[in-house]
């Protein structure tokens, strides 16, 4: 499903050039569920970029599904990444003045044509996220668990092949965050691939494999050991 091979990407502060990934390879198998660990400033955030097709990198290749994206320009990029990789963030990324059911369906506006399918399936992934009542609801009488979960059904309206998901209890008090990684087990278990990122341990525990990064190198991968 993931395949990187040997991606580095390097940035230019104050004069320096720090190597933000350094020669990082590794796969995700179709289906598995991934948590990648690191303390601050590891490489954990341009690895997920990486990964949801928002940067490219200086060397190396970075293939999804065989394809190897690394090589999109802006648009192809942005297109493929509307279709095959769903987001979820800390900071939830709800549109205030836009509903429940506006703020999932905010993937189909980014499409080059209709697709009358996918109103249903927002309504039916909010259904299963237990937000069937509160569609017209906006993000602000909601509270931060449910943001999240209307975040989790954005991410999931395109069927992606990947989900992405950054810190998404860091925002969250403890019931709340427990109901997040249970719906992320969830969608694990019918056969999605997720790759979550993370610092606190006990989140990561929850995934198949933990994958550590630190100063832009995987340090350990549990699928190894």
Excluded at 57 to 73: A, H, K, N, Q
């Amino acid at each position: 499903m993931v395949c990187m091979e040997a991606v580095t990407r390097h940035y230019r502060v104050g004069g320096q050039t720090i190597a933000a990934l350094d020669g990082v390879s590794f796969a995700v198998p179709r289906g598995q569920f991934t948590a990648i660990v690191g303390p601050s400033g590891s490489g954990k955030s341009t690895l997920l970029n990486m990964l949801g097709c928002l940067d490219r990198p200086d060397s190396g290749r970075y293939l999804l599904e065989g394809v190897d994206v690394s090589t999109f320009d802006d648009e192809r990029a942005s297109d493929f990444r509307n279709r095959r990789i769903g987001f979820v963030f800390q900071s939830f990324h709800l549109l205030p003045r836009l509903s429940v059911l506006e703020n999932a369906m905010l993937p189909a506006r980014f499409l080059r044509g209709p697709d009358p399918g996918l109103a249903a399936r927002a309504h039916a992934l909010l259904d299963r996220m237990g937000l069937g009542r509160h569609l017209r609801h906006r993000p602000g009488q909601l509270s931060g668990g449910q943001m999240q979960r209307v975040a989790i059904a954005r991410a999931l309206l395109m069927t992606p092949a990947l989900l992405l998901a950054d810190e998404p209890t860091g925002n969250l008090d403890s019931r709340s965050a427990a109901d997040v990684l249970a719906l992320l087990d969830e969608v694990h278990a019918q056969g999605q691939t997720v790759v979550l990122v993370t610092h606190d341990a006990e989140v990561a525990a929850r995934a198949q494999r933990q994958v550590g990064i630190r100063d832009g190198r995987i340090e350990f991968d549990s699928a190894s050991a």
